[in-house]
């Protein structure tokens, strides 16, 4: 567009310029001759030459003052959307913002109020830690809304169709909000059709969200009698149109409020909204992820007699085995315990992150910026690293960058974003930057025990394939090597000594001995595994000696060298078996 305004003036210029010209120059002509011989049929053409050139002189000037305005426009527009630009990054810079501030402090507070539940409290002292807990949530919800409403408005919520249980999904999700109902002595009822497909594929983590929303006001606005979670469903070529009917018998709604009850911040009168609170937000996200996701939303409601809110979705059925994700980080009931890295700069947020992992029967090791980390992940073996990002010194971010940079074991290393930066942007640069998940603040005990359970036992998994293949690979070698210079019967007696002593160690309950005679083990199997060629495990029985020596849990560096012990085992077995008998006379 601004080529062609400047396209368009120029030739106006050209052409003003060769007109006006031309206009002089027949005017001298027609000034300079005698006309009273001529006939007015011979004086026409010169006055129509002249005319034509006025005409055109006065149009490249139009042209040109019409293409100058339009520079100006242009210029205009231009400075508008820059001004649209940057109150658009102000927005979003003011919601980052406001969210870190917020959830920082919530971390410690929804945290710490779990772990009192796990302490012995009075009936008195575990009402007022409830109530606190409850506070915190509530608050986290209003920031969770926000931020929701705002990725909604942008068209960043993205809708992540999966196959999922209908019935775990529902379970899960009333089980939240079951507490709430009997504390305040409503019946929580639900009905699901036996017809609906087990297993459906849609966007679980946005269905429980509207889910919540919708039965979360259903109690807040009942006060007696109960509310009711009814689900039906009925066939659509290959999809099927489930209906989500939540019931109450609570206040209603009343005629003034229903044409705004889905707009945003719209709520149920200025006596009401004191009294219970909430942002006006939850219905308009409600309604808008409904629509991103094909479907419905309404309600019928009788004031003073209770409301009806449903929903309605076009879900495809699944089979139950598209359940299991090949991809997806292993589920254990039990916890993988491990060796943690914990980089936080907040002395709360440590400790509370500390008390839990520790609690869970993970070793953790704890660093307060990313300088610090640099320096822990290269002496010490983690299994994983927990980084805060916003941290004096060097922050979470570069500290991942040159972590992944390093010519060092340490650079394949899980490392989790654990911070209260949660929008969609700041989590992708995360992610870029090398990190492999993202745990939001404030965090859930059971989300954070998990992920990093998962994490570990992913990785262990991992570790375990990749040291095999290597073994596999590199053994006959090395024995070959080995026997050469020692004698065949020397390495058979060696590796069956060494099965013997994993044996002694591992094969006998190792968590009932004790502890100085796991060390004296432990370090026996240093020198004999690293001597036949199994530095892993002669690098683990050290760790294993260390902690023993150090005191506190050994779970952990107990369980990677048993895997590994196990594994050397195994190879050594393998190896005894596919070699001839020792020969009398073998050199020793």
């Not at 008390?355 to 307060?368: P, R, W």
Request: with cysteine; charged share 25%; hydrophobic share 45%.
């Amino acid at each position: 567009m601004a080529v062609q305004y400047a396209r368009a003036r120029h030739w106006a210029i050209i052409v003003a310029i060769a007109s006006f010209l031309l206009f002089v120059l027949l005017l001298l002509l027609v000034l300079s001759m005698d006309w009273s011989g001529l006939r007015i049929e011979a004086q026409a053409p010169f006055w129509i030459a002249l005319i034509a050139c006025a005409l055109a002189f006065g149009s490249a000037i139009r042209v040109n003052v019409f293409a100058a305005r339009g520079r100006d426009l242009r210029q205009a527009l231009m400075e508008a959307r820059n001004l649209a630009e940057q109150t658009s990054k102000a927005k979003t810079d003011f919601l980052a913002s406001m969210s870190h501030e917020i959830r920082t402090p919530l971390n410690s507070i929804i945290g710490y109020s779990e772990l009192l539940f796990d302490s012995s409290l009075t009936p008195e002292q575990r009402r007022y830690a409830e109530r606190i807990h409850f506070a915190g949530s509530a608050l986290l919800t209003i920031v969770n809304d926000v931020l929701d409403f705002s990725k909604i408005e942008a068209g960043r919520i993205e809708i992540i169709s999966k196959p999922f249980a209908l019935h775990a999904l529902i379970d899960n999700t009333v089980s939240i909000i079951q507490d709430l109902a009997r504390r305040k002595g409503l019946d929580l009822s639900v009905l699901l059709d036996p017809d609906l497909p087990r297993v459906l594929i849609g966007d679980e983590s946005r269905i429980r969200q509207i889910l919540l929303n919708l039965l979360n006001n259903a109690v807040k606005f009942t006060h007696e009698g109960k509310v009711s979670l009814v689900l039906n469903g009925r066939r659509a070529g290959d999809a099927v149109i489930v209906d989500f009917v939540v019931s109450d018998t609570g206040i209603g709604i009343a005629d003034e409020d229903r044409e705004r009850l889905f707009q945003r911040f719209s709520q149920l009168g200025v006596s009401r909204t004191a009294e219970l609170g909430g942002t006006g937000l939850g219905l308009a996200i409600s309604k808008r992820l409904v629509e991103l996701m094909g479907g419905q939303i309404g309600f019928e409601s009788d004031p003073g007699k209770g409301s009806t809110f449903w929903f309605e979705l076009p879900l495809e059925p699944a089979e139950p085995q598209s359940l299991r994700d090949p991809d997806a980080l292993p589920q254990r009931n039990a916890i993988t315990p491990g060796r943690v890295l914990l980089v936080e700069d907040l002395e709360h947020n440590r400790e509370l992150a500390n008390k839990i992992l520790s609690d869970a029967g993970h070793a953790v090791d704890m660093s307060s910026n990313g300088a610090e980390a640099l320096v822990a992940v290269q002496k010490g073996r983690y299994d994983i690293v927990l980084m805060d990002i916003q941290m004096p010194v060097m922050d979470g971010v570069t500290a991942t960058r040159l972590i992944r940079q390093m010519d060092h074991p340490a650079a394949d290393i899980p490392i989790i974003a654990m911070s209260a930066n949660v929008l969609p942007d700041q989590v992708r640069r995360y992610k870029e930057s090398g990190m492999n998940d993202h745990i939001a603040k404030p965090f859930k005990r059971a989300e954070l025990i998990a992920t990093v359970s998962n994490w570990i036992a992913k990785t262990n998994g991992r570790a375990t394939k990749d040291a095999a293949a290597a073994f596999s690979r590199n053994d006959a070698q090395f024995f070959d090597e080995v026997c050469e210079i020692m004698g065949l019967d020397w390495v058979s007696r060696g590796l069956e000594k060494l099965r013997q002593e994993i044996g002694e160690l591992f094969g006998a309950a190792p968590a009932v001995m004790d502890r100085a005679d796991i060390a004296s083990r432990a370090h026996k199997l240093i020198a004999h595994a690293g001597l036949l060629g199994f530095s892993e495990l002669s690098d683990l029985c050290r760790e294993l000696e260390t902690a023993c020596a150090r005191g506190g849990d050994i779970s952990g560096q107990l369980q990677r060298a048993a895997a590994c012990a196990k594994l050397a085992q195994t190879r050594a077995g393998d190896w005894l078996r596919s070699r001839p008998a020792p020969v009398s006379g073998a050199v020793n």
